[in-house]
């Protein structure tokens, strides 16, 4: 069975600082990992993923995220947060190979000027 | 590419009725699958199908159903609504397993 816990159901940073949002995943076989973005009235736009090839991922609009079996982590990180920046993130895990996602609770992040 | 479609966007309902919700797939995707999204339970998987079959089925009640066409379009429907069943409805579309793309959702209202 496949799970995910994102830690911090809000965040606050700074606009330049860095964003870093946390997810750890439990998985009972190689998962495939996720980081989707949703702005207000939106469905959810994928951002990076993880499918068991490079273990830093690097995804649209400056986001990356590191896979780390050891820690069974995959936290999302930007160097500089953009105003534009703020929504709603969503760390989601699926077995390999299937198509159903788990996703975590949500982590909003909050970018103050 | 056209990305994902979802019809209707709003849709309003009293307790006991039944409603019909259709997703359009980016073309060449064949697997199609169902989110629910709440305040109180996130988002909870519904099903997927793939080629007109269903593979996969979260832990909803009988009442949530769905069906693929051969053109990959699908439809799900919940049929004796409850206040409970108000909700963002998600549909995903996928090629691969490696991440799907995702509607822009219908929001479901049960008065």
């Known amino acids: 069975a496949q799970s995910v816990t994102q830690l911090g159901s809000h965040v606050s940073v700074s606009e330049g600082a860095l964003v870093l949002l946390r997810c750890n995943y439990s998985?009972?076989?190689?998962?495939?990992l996720f980081w989707y973005v949703q702005y207000p009235n939106q469905g959810l736009q994928l951002l990076l993923k993880y499918t068991s090839a490079a273990t830093l991922v690097k995804g649209i609009n400056g986001f990356e995220a590191e896979f780390k079996k050891s820690e069974t982590s995959f936290h999302l990180t930007k160097p500089s947060a953009h105003m534009s920046d703020a929504a709603e993130y969503f760390c989601a895990v699926s077995a390999s190979g299937t198509y159903k996602y788990i996703f975590g609770t949500g982590t909003r992040l909050k970018v103050l000027a | 590419k056209a990305g994902v479609t979802q019809t209707p966007r709003y849709l309003i309902k009293t307790r006991g009725q039944q409603v019909t919700l259709s997703c359009s797939p980016i073309s060449g995707h064949r697997s199609v699958s169902w989110y629910q999204q709440t305040p109180g339970q996130g988002l909870q998987f519904l099903f997927e199908?793939?080629?007109?079959?269903?593979?996969n089925k979260g832990n909803f009640p009988g009442r949530f159903s769905g069906r693929q066409f051969s053109n990959s379009r699908s439809e799900m429907n919940v049929s004796t609504l409850e206040l409970g069943d108000s909700a963002l409805y998600l549909c995903?579309?996928?090629?691969?397993?490696?991440?799907?793309?995702f509607g822009p959702g219908t929001r479901l209202t049960v008065l």
């Open positions: 199908y793939f080629s007109e079959t269903q593979r």
């Open positions: 998985s009972s076989v190689p998962p495939y």
């Open positions: 995903a579309s996928s090629l691969d397993a490696a991440g799907g793309f």
